[in-house]
């Protein structure tokens, strides 16, 4: 069973998942990265631009996810070297610190309140946010154009797309179609019919909608519908 909860860090959510019946699951693209934890080992989830799916026979899991563009100045690597990968920590950081690292979140109440807390330690130490990055999440994900977003930071569209490779792993096209996707399955989820949900999100009509799905989920949009969960 998937739970999550807010977590005690800015904008990042904390989640547990222990799958109760044999099978895939699929985790779809949103513009985050994760610290997981997997039976004791620490890993990184890097910016998706496809859906990963999991085999539901490989157990628990526990992990904390970032809000879009915080993660890189946390785990000091840029996004980028991680799209569409799942490291170990120990591959990013010195071994010997993160099995130091994994024995604290091991011996946690439980793995994701032990993930949270190294989080937390990890954002006390860095920089704060870039606010920037949050205008670039907040103004893509209302719809706006990637051309306009670039003109209100006064930013070039170079400087914007290097910026986000850095920070989402990808460009900010690639992250507008991704949030524009998340928005349109929630009204979808909703009961919105099809067109009106491809109407009310931007894209021009209900093929458009369908063809997004296809490419970043992998399934058609009322087989993805019925497998949440």
């Avoid at 840029?78 to 011996?107: I, K, Q, S």
Wanted: hydrophobic share 45%.
């Amino acid at each position: 069973m998937y739970v999550e909860r807010a977590s005690r860090l800015a904008g990042a959510v904390v989640w547990r998942n222990a799958p109760e019946r044999d099978g895939a699951a699929r985790v779809l693209p949103d513009g985050c990265m994760d610290l997981l934890w997997h039976e004791g080992r620490l890993l990184v989830a890097g910016p998706d631009t496809h859906a990963h799916v999991t085999d539901a026979e490989n157990g628990a899991w526990a992990g904390v996810r970032f809000y879009p563009g915080t993660a890189p100045a946390l785990l000091g690597v840029p996004a980028h070297e991680l799209r569409d990968r799942r490291v170990e920590l120990a591959d990013l950081w010195p071994a010997a610190e993160v099995r130091r690292l994994a024995a604290r979140v091991n011996a946690a109440p439980d793995p994701a309140s032990g993930l949270e807390d190294l989080a937390l330690r990890q954002a006390a130490g860095a920089d704060p946010p870039d606010p920037l990055l949050r205008h670039v999440v907040t103004a893509l994900d209302a719809g706006r154009p990637v051309a306009a977003t670039a003109d209100e930071l006064g930013l070039g569209a170079r400087q914007l797309h290097r910026r986000s490779l850095t920070a989402f792993g990808y460009g900010p096209k690639t992250l507008a179609r991704i949030l524009r996707l998340r928005r349109a399955l929630v009204l979808a989820r909703d009961g919105v019919p099809f067109a009106d949900t491809a109407a009310r999100t931007g894209y021009a009509d209900q093929a458009h909608l369908a063809r997004d799905v296809g490419e970043l989920a992998g399934l058609p949009l009322g087989e993805l519908l019925a497998r949440r969960g």
